[in-house]
């Protein structure tokens, strides 16, 4: 059993930057793929970012040079660095961890991006 908890969600300016960590409690994380969703109201949940446990990663178009989607595996954390935010990128962030024939969802955070 793996637990997740999202933090470093907020209120931004347009053109500022959040970065997200996602924790996880539980063994194997190192074992696992990460990834960060997103949802924003009336919006189907969509993939931002994954990396695999060997550090490759993937991005959705509209995250693609401006966010960066990162692990620490010593301290069972992923993270996702978020710069030049814009308006559109106002969600909840989750992150999910994937493997073994399981898969994990923190409860999420909160991203606004307004002036």
């Known amino acids: 059993q793996v637990q997740l908890v999202e933090s470093g969600g907020g209120l931004v300016q347009p053109g500022g930057s959040l970065r997200l960590s996602c924790v996880a409690s539980?063994?194997?994380?190192?074992?696992?793929?990460m990834g960060w969703y997103r949802q924003a109201p009336g919006k189907q949940r969509e993939l931002v970012a994954y990396?695999?446990?060997?550090?490759?990663?993937n991005y959705a178009d509209s995250a693609k040079g401006r966010f960066t989607i990162s692990r620490d595996n010593a301290k069972n954390t992923a993270y996702l660095q978020m710069n030049s935010l814009k308006p559109e990128d106002t969600a909840v962030y989750s992150c999910?961890?994937?493997?073994?024939?399981?898969?994990?969802w923190g409860q999420g955070t909160q991203v606004t991006v307004s002036s």
């Open positions: 990396i695999t446990r060997v550090g490759n990663t």
């Open positions: 999910n961890a994937g493997g073994m024939g399981h898969t994990y």
């Open positions: 539980g063994s194997g994380f190192s074992m696992y793929v």
